[in-house]
């Protein structure tokens, strides 16, 4: 599975509307840096190193594809942004936001910069008291204490005061409310790279196609004709004994399954790939595995222009894939076409995502989450 950044945030604030300054923040990081988790509750804390008005402190937990040094530029970028002024001198000051990383995965980071894990967090019960809320099992990668552990050898005697929980921007979504999102689409048409997304952002239970172990993938883009058979009953092999193992697994510690395939691509593929009488023996097969798979309460369809399919194709540089032509992905295309129109439209979301790239924008991505959104929230308004 593809890995985001998991990063701890620390933000203060001490002038204003300090909750205000907070919630803007943590919606501004959402939106444009990365997923927003977790938020622990705001705490009242006294200044700390200088004489000033109280602050109200939050931890947050993100999933963010930015390394350090870009994710930094973008934090004081936002700091401006909400009224924080340029420091001018090396002592405290009070402000509007104040936005630090204390945990970046599991890094140990020294720049003229930047350094992580925060150098003080360890001294700062306004810190160890927020991080503590967060349901992570982070130990400190230098000192490898866990927070507990922190706080219990924390000399801060600092009083704090829990103010409040606050509402993330995630909450507004129901995607949790559905038991199992299928996300389909082209070969090259991220489908993967977004269930992966997802699953991290949401606490999804995943099912990946196992696609990469199937030895006769290599074979047929080779020799179509000789081994389409044998690759496509493969395939349809394996992906019902992943559906029926893994939608069968009820696991507590998941909200909700996405896989980025639904078995009724087994029979998409093999349309394009086999000649008639192969089809018609493989659709007996077909059917009786259908009958017994579970239905998805959501398909997605991610479509991509052919071009952008090929690009993706040539990014990723498999070279079994290296011989794909247009005419063989316009085919595929037009085969998913004609499955959807069969299936019930209320349960079915076509998204265009040809102009979106949901890997390096926050943006789009979450442009990509406020349409499933939508089509959820229309369907059970009915």
């Known amino acids: 599975m593809q890995q985001y950044n998991k990063v701890v945030l620390s933000l203060g604030s001490n002038l204003g509307d300090k909750k205000a300054f907070l919630l803007q923040a943590i919606q501004q990081i959402h939106d444009h840096i990365g997923f927003v988790k977790q938020a622990s509750f705001i705490y009242e804390t006294p200044s700390w190193g200088f004489d000033s008005f109280p602050f109200y ?28 002024t340029i420091k001018t001198t090396e002592s405290y000051s009070a402000r509007t936001v104040d936005i630090d990383i204390v945990y970046f995965n599991d890094e140990v980071i020294e720049t003229e910069y930047l350094t992580i894990p925060h150098p003080q967090m360890q001294n700062r019960t306004f810190v160890l008291i927020p ?89 047929f883009y080779q020799n179509p004709e000789r081994y389409a058979f044998p690759l496509e009953m493969s395939f349809l ?35 394009v790939t086999l000649d008639l009488e192969e089809v018609n023996l493989y659709r007996n097969v077909f059917d009786v595995m259908y009958k017994e798979t579970q239905k998805t309460d959501l398909y997605i369809y991610l479509y991509q222009k052919t071009d952008n399919l090929l690009e993706n194709i040539k990014k990723r540089g498999r070279n079994y894939e290296s011989d794909i032509e247009a005419e063989y ?26 102009a979106k790239d949901f890997v390096e924008k926050q943006e789009d991505y979450l442009d990509v989450l406020n349409i499933i959104n939508s089509k959820i929230l229309s369907v059970s308004d009915r």
């Open 57 to 84: 402190n939050i931890c947050i937990l993100l999933n963010t594809h930015l390394q350090p040094e870009v994710l930094l530029d973008k934090l004081k970028d936002l700091e401006k942004k909400l009224g924080r």
């Open 131 to 219: 991080l503590n809320d967060l349901e992570i099992e982070w130990k400190h990668p230098v000192l490898q204490k866990d927070t507990s552990e922190l706080l219990s050898n924390c000399n801060d005697d600092s009083e704090i005061k829990k103010v409040e929980a606050i509402q993330l921007p995630k909450d507004k979504y129901s995607i949790q409310k559905l038991n199992f999102i299928a996300i389909e689409g082209n070969i090259g048409s991220g489908k993967t790279t977004l269930v992966q997304k997802m699953t991290q952002d949401f606490n999804a239970k995943s099912i990946l196609e196992r696609f990469a172990e199937n030895p006769f993938l290599p074979k």
């Open 237 to 271: 092999a394996d992906r019902y004994l992943q559906l029926s193992e893994d939608l069968g697994q009820y696991d507590l510690f998941k909200e909700f399954v996405i896989a980025d395939y639904y078995i009724y691509k087994s029979l998409i593929f093999a349309q």
């Open 329 to 354: 992905l316009d085919k595929i295309n037009h085969s998913y076409s004609e499955f959807i129109k069969t299936l019930p439209q209320e349960n079915v979301l076509i998204i265009d995502v040809s």
